[in-house]
């Protein structure tokens, strides 16, 4: 994906709309689509929401306890301890 600056309004309730093109491109197209956003000095970072562990950031082998994801690895040494 090259990079492209498009200067977009916020409304009053503090949102703002995605081009198609980036949806399209990153696959934001559903209405379940998520998007994480966090905030660095002066900017706005958003991202495709994907699913880590809580612990290594893993993205890979996650199951669920107490609500928070977990990958396999991690959840192994745990229960080592």
């Known amino acids: 994906m090259k990079a492209v600056g498009i200067v977009r309004s916020i409304d009053l309730a503090g949102r703002i709309v995605l081009p198609i093109e980036i949806r399209k ?45 977990v990958c396999r690895k991690c959840a192994e040494k745990i229960s080592t301890l």
């Open 25 to 69: 491109e990153l696959d934001l197209m559903s209405e379940d689509s998520k998007v994480e956003i966090t905030a660095k000095g002066n900017e706005i970072i958003l991202k495709k929401y994907a699913p880590s562990c809580i612990f290594c950031h893993s993205e890979n082998d996650l199951v669920e306890y107490s609500g928070q994801k």
